[in-house]
């Protein structure tokens, strides 16, 4: 079996805390191209495991929930919908559920989830958030 | 009257002999939410048991309910601004409205003829006719500027008043709806920064709407309106590092109890004590995690308290005399209400993720039993009828 591995990496620059000043943010693009058996992904193992993910997405409903709704449309938090959330950058969400928002009720998850579990939580929420099994 | 009618009124008898309900009062009945269903469970107190499910009530992922003088119906406020009148001796929906796009909770006026409901999506509170909700008054929370805000904190108040508090702009309103039509508003700005609840107390004269923008909280005495709000507890933990909040607490079951009022504080593992004689923290009291529910037994001797995400699986009793922790225990991942039955001999706490209610002794803390409910939070029983600011 042969890889052709193609692997950019441009790690983002920490997020600032608070969330005042700009981004940088870069492409991360990682690749794998197996040519016996079609496209896989390699990076697997950066995201959360099937069980984790459904712990996750229980997190995101029933605590996230708790200001944002269960349904994400909002309550003393905003709406996490992805009409609202799909344009915004990615990594700028992913910091402020790690750091949360200081002059603002929204507090840090960065005890609780990685940043690869918080950058999950993100694509989900832009494309739209699974519902509890 | 010949054979055939004879039995046709016979059979006619026996029929509605059989369908003419069985007489009960409701003074041991109340309402669980089940908040991914969109359902509710009709129980009762003194065998401890589900009598039925009402469904149909939309989204329930944050809702509470309000009761009618008589103990009949239940006013159920849901997340998506949904208000739903429900029987609870028939088990149904008698009415449902959908009155904004999302709200937070409601009040039922003094003379139970009217029922508010705070809205945070438009910002405002409108109120209806708690016969058959129809809409009797709309009174959208506008700042100065003109600007929109959600409205926290709504109770009801003596001389069919109502009061709430302005989340984004930080100003508590107090209407008087003796005359619907046309709802008389005094309105106290600058309060302090964004009240996220409040409560009144029990005798409905102390509005107080805790902040979560600064430490403190606001205080509006409703025999001494003209000299506004006052500001108390100020800079309670000045200096203090605060911690996350990973859920606002609430404020409805603040715990008054005699002179001294039992409050959570915010950012703090810590239930202050307020002596309601001079309104200044006379104690702290530490404990488990960010208190969410801080509610008094009905003689006042005890406060159970429940907690916040990531401590939301353990319940903390306080013996209010002697300001010590009595016991602590877990009934499972996420405790979100407790309600006391009417006299107190018994907690009822909702276990989201066991779904189940859990039934307690609150003299040995002795568990009795369980009822099954999906995803349960919050326990409403029906002597909160008769009670201001419930």
Redesign the interface.
Known sequence: MRFLALDVKILPVPAQRGLSGPFFYGLLCCVAFNVLGGVKNVLADEFPSLRRQADIVRLVRQDCGSCHGMTLAGGLGPALLPALLHDKPAESLVATILYGRPGTPMPPWGDFLSENEARWIVDKLQKGFPDEP | MSLNTMVAVLAASLLSACAAPQLRGTGDLGVVIE??KGRVEIVETSGRSVLGKVDGLG?L??ASLNYSRDGRYAYVFG??GGLTKVDLLEQRIVKRVMQSG?S?GGAISQDGKLVAVAN??PGGVKVFDSNTLEQVADIPALDETGKSS?V?GLVDAPGNRFVWSL?DAGEIWVANLKNPASPVLEKFRNIGK?P?DAMITADGRYYLAGL?GEDGLALLDLWDMPSGVKRILNGYGKGEQKL?????PHLEGWAATGNELLVPAVGRHEVLVVDQNHWQEVGRIAVHGQPVFVVARPDNRQVWVNFA??HNDTVQVIDVPSRKIVHTFKPGK?VLHIEFTPRGEQAWLSV?DENRVEVYDSESFEKLGDLQADSPSGIFFTHRAHRTGL
């Open positions: 908040r991914a989204d992922s944050h997340r998506d999302n937070i945070y999506t959600k926290v989340f964004e996220y979560f996350p909040v990973y859920k606002m995400f990531p996420g989201r």
